[in-house]
Nanobody, 115 residues
Framework: QVQLVESGGGLVQPGGSLSLSCAAS????????MRWYRQAPGKERELVAT???????NYADSVKGRFTISRDNAKNTVYLQMNGLKPEDTAVYYC?????????WGQGTQVTVSS
């Protein structure tokens, strides 16, 4: 079965960095686009970054120039490197894959940006 397991969240001061990982299993990882989403308290879940099967990337305007999505197909893992973190980046971060018509989500990892 498809499984996505995020890790790497935590508490960081404004301006700091964190690197999130999402380990995938149960499907042919290299064939699928992978996405990172986030959901802040009281807000809707929003798309943060996408990486396609050919490693093309796309970012939300709010994170462009600060976040970098990447993938390692040998490790079945997608990453989100977050630099220049701001308090408004505080959220639960999720990775997601769409296979056929079904979305699969990880359990999420909390990122808190605060002094």
């Amino acid at each position: 079965q498809v499984q996505l397991v995020e890790s790497g969240g935590g508490l960081v001061q404004p301006g700091g960095s964190l690197s999130l990982s999402c380990a995938a299993s149960g499907f042919e990882f290299s064939r699928y686009a992978m996405r990172w989403y986030r959901q802040a308290p009281g807000k809707e879940r929003e798309l943060v970054a996408t990486i396609t099967s050919t490693a093309s990337t796309n970012y939300a305007d709010s994170v462009k120039g600060r976040f970098t999505i990447s993938r390692d197909n040998a490790k079945n893992t997608v990453y989100l490197q977050m630099n220049g973190l701001k308090p408004e980046d505080t959220a639960v971060y999720y990775c997601k894959v769409l296979i056929l018509i079904k979305d699969y989500w990880g359990q999420g990892t909390q990122v808190t940006v605060s002094s």
